[in-house]
C-alpha cells in the first residue's frame, strides 16, 4: 500500500493483480449429462419387439419421408393414452442411430413428459422460456449432444399460455431456423381432445404422425383427428398402434 498527497491509501500494483476478475466471481454451472430412462426403447439393445417396431418406422420414415426432402414431423394423439413422448422420443433416437441429425422439440407445455424419458443432470431452460421471454435466444433452448447426431428443446413448461406462444411469430420463427440446421425436426405434442396447440404444430411441421393406444384410443377420435389435420391442410403419413 502507498500514501498519496491527501494521506489516503492506495492499493499497490501487487495488491491489484490480487484482485478477482468478473469471470472469477461468476459461478459456472456444471455441464449437464443425460440419461435415458429404460422407456427408450431403441437404446437398450437389439432384439426386443419394441426396437423393432421404432427400427422399421424408422427405415419408412427415412425412405418415404427424408427421401423426399420433408424435414419436420408432428407426432400426434387425440388423448394422453396414445403416448406421443413414447413414439417421438424413440423415433427420434432411432432416427440419430442412423445418422440422421435430428432435434427433437417438446411443444407439451402443459404436462411435459419428453424430460421424463431423457433427464438432464439438472434444470435447463426449455421451449417456454424463449417463447414468453424474448431476451432468452434461440441456442439456450437447444440442448446440443445429448446423443450422437441428438439436438433436444425440452418443453420449459407448464405453462397455461401453451396455446398462445406457439401460435406466435416466434415459434415459427424457431422452427424456421431449426428447419435449415437439422435433416429432421420431431415434435412431441399434447393430446388433441384437451387443447389445439397440436393442430397449431402440425400447421407448421405440415406433416402428421397419429398415433393410437392399443384397446384405449377409440376409432373415432382418430378418424375426427385425421380430419382435422387434413381440413388444416397437413399431410398424415400414417398411423401408428402404440402398444407399449
Given amino acids: 500500500m502507498s500514501d498519496n498527497q491527501d494521506g489516503q491509501l492506495l492499493d499497490s500494483p501487487a495488491d491489484s493483480e490480487k484482485q478477482p476478475t468478473v469471470s472469477e466471481t461468476i459461478p459456472t454451472l456444471p455441464e449437464v449429462q443425460y440419461h435415458l430412462s429404460d422407456q427408450v426403447v431403441v437404446s437398450v439393445g437389439a432384439g426386443s419387439p419394441e426396437g423393432e417396431s421404432m427400427g422399421a418406422l424408422r427405415t419408412q420414415l427415412m425412405s418415404q419421408h427424408l427421401k423426399e426432402g420433408r424435414r419436420a414431423l408432428a407426432i400426434c394423439s387425440p388423448s394422453k393414452a396414445g403416448r406421443t413422448s413414447f413414439i417421438a422420443v424413440n423415433l427420434a433416437v432411432a432416427l440419430t442411430q442412423a445418422g440422421v441429425r435430428t432435434l427433437l422439440i417438446d411443444?407439451?407445455?402443459?404436462?411435459?413428459?419428453?424430460?421424463?424419458?431423457?433427464?438432464?443432470?439438472?434444470?435447463?431452460?426449455?421451449?417456454?422460456?424463449?417463447?414468453?421471454?424474448?431476451?432468452?435466444?434461440?441456442?439456450?433452448?437447444?440442448?446440443?449432444?445429448?446423443?450422437?447426431?441428438?439436438?433436444?428443446?425440452?418443453?420449459?413448461?407448464?405453462?397455461?399460455?401453451?396455446?398462445?406462444?406457439?401460435?406466435?411469430?416466434?415459434?415459427?420463427?424457431?422452427?424456421?431456423?431449426?428447419?435449415?440446421?437439422?435433416?429432421?425436426?420431431?415434435?412431441?405434442?399434447?393430446?388433441?381432445?384437451?387443447?389445439?396447440?397440436?393442430?397449431?404444430?402440425?400447421?407448421?411441421?405440415?406433416?402428421?404422425?397419429?398415433?393410437?393406444?392399443?384397446?384405449?384410443?377409440y376409432v373415432n377420435d382418430i378418424k375426427t383427428l385425421i380430419a382435422d389435420m387434413r381440413a388444416n391442410r397437413v399431410e398424415v403419413i400414417g398411423t401408428v398402434i402404440n402398444e407399449a
Avoid at 142 to 152: A, K, N, T
Avoid at 157 to 185: H, N, W
Avoid at 192 to 203: F, G, L, P, S
Wanted: some cysteine.
Fill in 107 to 217: 411443444t407439451n407445455m402443459r404436462a411435459p413428459k419428453v424430460q421424463s424419458y431423457i433427464v438432464p443432470s439438472r434444470p435447463v431452460r426449455g421451449l417456454a422460456d424463449c417463447l414468453e421471454d424474448a431476451a432468452v435466444e434461440f441456442g439456450e433452448v437447444i440442448q446440443d449432444d445429448v446423443l450422437p447426431s441428438l439436438s433436444v428443446v425440452f418443453a420449459g413448461g407448464p405453462t397455461d399460455k401453451a396455446q398462445e406462444l406457439l401460435a406466435g411469430p416466434r415459434f415459427k420463427s424457431l422452427v424456421d431456423l431449426c428447419m435449415r440446421e437439422y435433416d429432421m425436426i420431431i415434435f412431441d405434442t399434447a393430446p388433441t381432445n384437451a387443447c389445439a396447440d397440436a393442430q397449431i404444430v402440425a400447421m407448421l411441421a405440415r406433416y402428421g404422425l397419429v398415433v393410437a393406444r392399443k384397446n384405449l384410443s
